[in-house]
């Protein structure tokens, strides 16, 4: 894994170098230097010979500021301030930004306080003013980050929060995937959670965005054998498998597992979720592609990795 840790600036935390930043987010190391210098919109560590490092936060600021390009606003438009967690959100949400930061802080309250009657309240409260793909987006997700940064902290109770919350997210999460609309005529994609990952909403997420942007799902769940995905994938003709984690690979499945899946694969094999962050290298050098903790980022990047197959 090419990525470092700075102890005067960042201590225990897990820095990326350029190059790994540039494979997870798309972004050429040209244009990111362009950001830093001209635009002053990431300012990364520097090593004493001069290197640049990255944190998770700045892969979440780069992946904000290409998502704002997409939707037409130009680089020289953008202003460090914009990518503050609030002013992200009152982007995507326009004026109701303060709401997003009420609905995350009461439903982070609630899971504190395991109080599932406030939790399903404010969810069917956010659900019934929003669509879904903007509480996916301002809510969902910044919640799943915040919990993350708890858990990781090993509070009081953390391991109890999580699988509170857990057991809760997926319920609802599977109830949507169940009743979704099954008219899609996309490319057929095959998503599994990597061995060791026993959660499934990070999946879920990706499945229910997937199928908004028009694809077909074969979801296998959580903790996989990568051994028998590539048969499934054969005999269902599926246009890529897409991999997901939360927590780092073990040294078997990025050593072992992965590699001998890319190379019977008869499709590209993709990799999400804090896992590809944590291994963005080792998933490359197995021949898969990483696709970050993004959602609409892994899914750009899906595309254009199966466009890339057309074409050639």
């Known amino acids: 894994m090419n990525s470092t840790t700075e102890p005067a600036e960042h201590p225990g935390e897990k820095l990326y170098t ?28 520097r090593k004493d010979s001069g290197h640049r490092l990255y944190t998770r936060g700045h892969i979440d600021q780069i992946n904000r500021i290409t998502a704002l390009t997409h939707k037409g606003m130009r680089i020289s438009q953008i202003r460090p301030e914009m990518l503050a967690s609030e002013a992200a959100a009152a982007v995507e949400g326009g004026p109701d ?16 306080d395991f109080d599932e009657e406030r939790l399903e309240e404010l969810y069917n409260e956010a659900l019934s003013l929003y669509p879904i793909g903007l509480v996916t987006r301002n809510l969902l997700t910044p919640l799943l980050i915040e919990l993350g940064v708890r858990w990781e902290g090993e509070g009081d109770g953390a391991i109890a929060e999580e699988h509170f919350f857990a057991f809760y997210l997926r319920n609802k999460l ?25 959660h ?24 996989m054998p ?6 499934v994938a054969r005999k269902k003709h599926c246009a ?7 927590i780092e690979p073990s040294k078997e499945t990025l050593a072992r597992g992965l590699p001998e899946l890319v190379a019977r694969s008869p499709v590209p094999v993709l990799v999400g979720g804090l896992a590809s962050v944590f291994a963005c290298d080792a998933i490359g050098r197995a021949g898969a592609e990483a696709l970050g903790r993004d959602i609409e980022h892994g899914l750009q990047r899906l595309g254009e990795v199966l466009s890339r ?4």
């Open 18 to 45: 350029i190059g790994t930043v540039s494979k997870l987010t798309g972004v050429g190391a040209i244009t990111l230097r362009a950001w830093e210098r001209r635009y002053r919109l990431i300012q990364p560590v």
């Open 97 to 112: 930004a303060d709401h997003w930061r009420d609905y995350l802080n009461g439903m982070l309250a609630a899971i504190i």
């Open 174 to 198: 599977g109830a949507r995937y169940h009743h979704r609309h099954r008219g899609n005529r996309g490319p057929l994609v095959l998503l599994a959670g990597l061995p060791g990952e026993y």
């Open 200 to 223: 499934e909403f990070g999946l879920l997420l990706f499945a229910l965005a997937a199928h908004d942007s028009g694809y077909r799902l074969l979801p296998l769940g959580a903790n």
């Open 226 to 231: 990568l051994a028998e995905l590539w048969d």
């Open 240 to 246: 890529a498998v897409v991999l997901s984690g939360a």
């Open 309 to 312: 197959r057309a074409a050639g």
